[in-house]
């Protein structure tokens, strides 16, 4: 029943349309048309105001791309892998557009001992020795401190520091 109602309306729409169009002047058609793409850019606009900032992200990083002044430039593809992050993490429930303050960690996947390996620990050790450890090690590969991409094996000591925290330490 619905769909005949809708087949019906849109008929009813195609048949007005083509009959304006039959009687009207080219003037008026080309301002019609004008109207049409302005109101449709503005309808455009508000949905992706509305749908959210999925959807106004990825043009307006687009738009952004000129104004951004890095040492090395950005290419299409880092930009590209920047999103792709920032969607992961949103989808984690590690970032928010909103607020920075919904961070919950991932479950770990190195194993205790792996952990003591890569900080260079044994069992045992104190807090103190782990915390210094870590440290010592983040000092040289934290991405801000360094020119080469260092970003994962950073994080897989932090990864470390926090498995032996929370086993060994709570």
């Not at 109101?39 to 105001?49: H, N, P």
């Not at 509305?50 to 040492?71: E, H, S």
């Not at 430039?73 to 590209?80: V, Y």
Request: charge should be positive; hydrophobic fraction near 45%; aromatic fraction near 12%.
């Amino acid at each position: 029943m619905n769909l005949f109602l809708i087949i019906g309306i849109c008929f009813v729409i195609l048949y007005l349309l083509l009959n304006w169009f039959s009687k009207a002047s080219s003037k008026r058609i080309a301002k019609g048309i004008r109207y049409i793409i302005f109101t449709t850019g503005i309808l455009l606009a508000i949905t992706l105001f509305l749908v959210g900032r999925y959807a106004f992200t990825i043009p307006i990083l687009f738009f952004l791309i000129p104004l951004l002044k890095l040492k090395g430039g950005i290419g299409l593809f880092q930009l590209f892998q920047l999103w792709r992050l920032i969607s992961y993490l949103r989808q984690t429930g590690r970032y928010s557009f909103r607020s920075g303050t919904n961070y919950s960690k991932a479950s770990s996947n190195i194993s205790l001992d792996e952990a003591y390996n890569i900080l260079g620990c044994k069992k045992g050790d104190s807090k103190a020795q782990v915390l210094s450890s870590y440290k010592r090690i983040m000092s040289k590969l934290h991405p801000d401190k360094n020119d080469t991409n260092t970003t994962k094996l950073a994080q897989m000591v932090s990864e470390a520091k926090e498995t032996i925290l929370k086993n060994d330490f709570n």
